[in-house]
């Protein structure tokens, strides 16, 4: 049981109110997550800033960043984000099989963006360390390096959901993902 209350946009702290109300028209719901992340407001509003800015400056597509949240879920045994992430995943257009491939570090349709995967997954589970061959298999794959500083924000958004979950023990409001 999640040791906060889950608020309603309703019942929510005023300066939480707004940015609950913008995330269940997104969602078509308020998600536990949200609702408790309302319950501290400035946790809400960092997280919905952290998204503003990756909608309005990221350069990953939603396949890609669905796929990073996968991997650092995966990483952190986040249950409430990998279930999410898959859910989110499979509307951006991956397999349910492709998902699971994602999280436990199989996935090799796209040597490219498995370059990518690997160098999230060493990051997220090194205090955000890599080692430079990890790097320089990421750039000769495809990625810039400034497309490869860009998944540190990613990384970050997903450890900070990730962590949070795990603090307040959020329950679990969407599917659960297979294999989990």
């Given at each position: 049981m999640t040791r906060i209350p889950v608020h309603t946009v309703a019942d929510a702290p005023e300066g939480g109110r707004d940015a609950l109300k913008a995330l269940e028209a997104r969602f078509g719901k308020?998600?536990?997550?949200h609702g408790a992340m309302a319950?501290?407001?400035v946790v809400l509003q960092a997280y919905a800033a952290l998204q503003?800015?990756?909608?309005?400056?990221?350069t990953y597509d939603?396949?890609?960043r669905e796929a990073i949240a996968l991997v650092v879920g995966?990483?952190?045994r986040c249950t409430y984000c990998q279930s999410a992430h898959t859910a989110g995943a499979r509307a951006a257009g991956w397999s349910t099989e492709e998902t699971v491939a994602i999280r436990d570090g199989s996935y090799a349709g796209d040597a490219r963006l498995a370059a990518l995967l690997t160098l999230v997954r060493e990051s997220a589970g090194g205090l955000g360390a890599v080692d430079d061959a990890?790097?320089?298999a990421a750039l000769e794959a495809g990625w810039s390096d400034a497309e490869?500083?860009?998944a540190s924000v990613h990384i970050a958004l997903n450890l900070f959901t990730n962590h949070f979950n795990h603090l307040v023990e959020t329950d679990l409001d969407v599917p659960r993902a297979p294999g989990l």
């Amino acid at each position: 049981m999640t040791r906060i209350p889950v608020h309603t946009v309703a019942d929510a702290p005023e300066g939480g109110r707004d940015a609950l109300k913008a995330l269940e028209a997104r969602f078509g719901k308020v998600l536990n997550i949200h609702g408790a992340m309302a319950h501290a407001p400035v946790v809400l509003q960092a997280y919905a800033a952290l998204q503003e800015v990756i909608g309005a400056h990221g350069t990953y597509d939603a396949r890609t960043r669905e796929a990073i949240a996968l991997v650092v879920g995966n990483v952190d045994r986040c249950t409430y984000c990998q279930s999410a992430h898959t859910a989110g995943a499979r509307a951006a257009g991956w397999s349910t099989e492709e998902t699971v491939a994602i999280r436990d570090g199989s996935y090799a349709g796209d040597a490219r963006l498995a370059a990518l995967l690997t160098l999230v997954r060493e990051s997220a589970g090194g205090l955000g360390a890599v080692d430079d061959a990890t790097w320089r298999a990421a750039l000769e794959a495809g990625w810039s390096d400034a497309e490869l500083t860009e998944a540190s924000v990613h990384i970050a958004l997903n450890l900070f959901t990730n962590h949070f979950n795990h603090l307040v023990e959020t329950d679990l409001d969407v599917p659960r993902a297979p294999g989990l």
